[in-house]
């Protein structure tokens, strides 16, 4: 167990939906970050946020967004789906802002039918 | 930039032979490597890290992985494999700091052959 939580575990929708993916990260952590995993696309970063500001940006739709709250937990919007959304998303937390090892939460796994 | 190449995409080795999975990274920075472990359903777990102290990094559950500058090589290996150890495993080099991001490996299936 790393510490980090992601509710829901499974996500089941349909295209043209929104749905919100939460993350907490390990108590004390003030990195977030967000990866997509995919069959075709591997894993890719998403976003991170440090102490609530936004970080640094990866290839993230326009049609995804998120951000962190004051108690530091995370959420991830998703909007527009499409049927290549569908993938496992996972957060990560780390300490500060350096190049610290960042633990990974369980993941969200997101179908769209 | 950073990246990675992870060579294998499946790897398959007796129960009790040497495992060894292969990364070669790409680094504009002096490079931070990790190895992280997937098993089925699960999320990422770090089994080991180079922050250029020790060219040796020993790491959880018998793995060690070696940094050869000369080579770009961070390659995993372990002296003995267990049918637990059967995963899939992926490298990963952290971004410069103000994007600490983790670009990832394309990831080694492991198989254990009992």
């Known amino acids: 167990d790393s510490g980090v939580t992601q509710t829901p575990k499974h996500l089941i929708t349909a295209t043209g939906q929104r749905v919100t993916l939460r993350c907490s990260p390990r108590?004390?952590?003030?990195?977030v970050y967000w990866y997509q995993q995919s069959l075709d696309q591997g894993l890719q970063f998403l976003i991170q946020?440090?102490?609530?500001?936004?970080?640094a940006k990866g290839n993230i739709l326009e049609r995804f967004s998120a951000q962190q709250f004051p108690d530091l937990h995370s959420e991830l919007n998703l909007s527009s789906l499409e049927l290549g959304d569908s993938a496992l998303y996972f957060c990560?937390?780390?300490?500060?802002?350096?190049?610290?090892?960042?633990?990974f939460g369980p993941g969200t796994r997101l179908t769209v039918l | 930039a950073q990246s990675v190449t992870q060579l294998g995409s499946h790897v398959s080795v007796s129960e009790g032979a040497l495992v060894l999975l292969r990364c070669n990274y790409s680094?504009?920075?002096?490079?931070?490597l990790f190895w992280y472990v997937q098993y089925p359903n699960q999320g990422l777990q770090l089994l080991l890290k180079?922050?250029?102290?020790?060219?040796l990094v020993k790491g959880i559950n018998g793995f060690e992985a070696e940094f050869k500058k000369s080579e770009t090589s961070f390659h995993l290996t372990k002296p003995s494999a267990h049918m637990s150890d059967a995963a899939e495993y992926f490298c990963?080099?952290?971004?410069?700091?103000?994007?600490?991001?983790?670009?990832f490996g394309t990831g080694t299936r492991l198989t254990i052959i009992p």
């Open positions: 990560a937390s780390s300490v500060g802002r350096g190049r610290d090892t960042q633990y």
């Open positions: 108590s004390g952590d003030l990195s």
């Open positions: 946020y440090y102490n609530g500001e936004e970080r």
């Open positions: 680094s504009s920075v002096p490079p931070y």
């Open positions: 180079y922050t250029s102290a020790a060219t």
């Open positions: 990963a080099v952290s971004g410069n700091f103000g994007n600490e991001k983790l670009t």
